[in-house]
């Protein structure tokens, strides 16, 4: 693959910066910078750890987002992260992928070329999970779905005002939803025993005070993408940034499982209400 000199439009701002020479939105360049690396990372949910093996997550630098209310805030407005080549990168994976369950690649897609570059060269022995913001374009999900194997995604909202409210993005659902759409068509879901090694589960975050938003994704799934896996998550965090500026009321998460209940989206995971905790997120250096 020739490596990407052309004015970025990876993800669905098409800032059209070269990223050779200055950063885009994401306020990354080319070069792949990882904020952190966790051996046996078992915080995901259950269908991604196999036996005792939890993923190797690395956690890359940067974001296509800008939501205030992040709680990696450090490493993907904070700038941290060491800088790999693409063979270092390789060197990386073909190194630790052997006591992994998968490579969990973390808010990846600002990378996305010079992932495509490093997995030419990697000899994968498990699979690879695009964990990814769903602030993506269908032209990208095409080109990474060549080495990806599950695509685990999030849908965060149902209306683009409230992702230009929170995440300074003002067409995140009309950019998620075709993208999450063409996941699904491209990857079917394909279990080894509870471990899901191809396919796509959708992740979303309960908001305090935006409950509507909530029941409206689980209808977008409902209507859309019923069969698939959904993982509903109460560990909202206020990181004192934000106008969310409170945690979620046990109240509030009830309404949320009880239509996710009512629509028959039963196939999924619930995180625990008391999963809202600053002991939840990794330390970044």
Known sequence: MTKQTQ????????????????????????????????????????????????????????????????????????????????????????EKQKDASAIDLITPTHFSSALAQAFEKIDKKVPVIWNTSGYETTENIKMVSRFVDVFLTDL???????????????????????????????????????????????????????????LAVLDTIKKHMPKRKISLMSQFTPNGKSKLNRKLTAIEYKTVLAHAEKLGLNNGFWQDFDSSDCGFVPEFE
């Open 156 to 214: 965060k909202y149902a209306d683009d005002q409230i992702g230009q409210n929170f995440s300074n993005c003002k067409n995140y659902f009309s950019s998620a939803l075709p993208a999450i759409k063409l996941m699904c068509r491209l990857k079917k879901d394909v279990y080894d025993g509870e471990f899901l090694c191809q396919g796509v589960l959708i992740r979303h975050l309960v908001l305090p005070g935006y409950i509507r938003n909530s």
């Open 7 to 94: 004015l970025c439009t990876i993800c669905p701002r098409h800032c059209k910066v070269n990223r050779e020479d200055v950063t885009g939105f994401c306020r990354e360049t080319q070069t792949l910078r990882i904020a952190k690396i966790i051996e046996n990372f078992q915080w995901e949910e259950p269908c991604f750890n196999k036996g005792d093996k939890g993923v190797l997550a690395i956690f890359f630098s940067g974001c296509n987002l800008g939501c205030d209310y992040c709680q990696n805030d450090k490493i993907s407005h904070g700038g941290v992260g060491t800088f790999h080549t693409i063979d270092q990168f390789v060197h990386l994976i073909e």
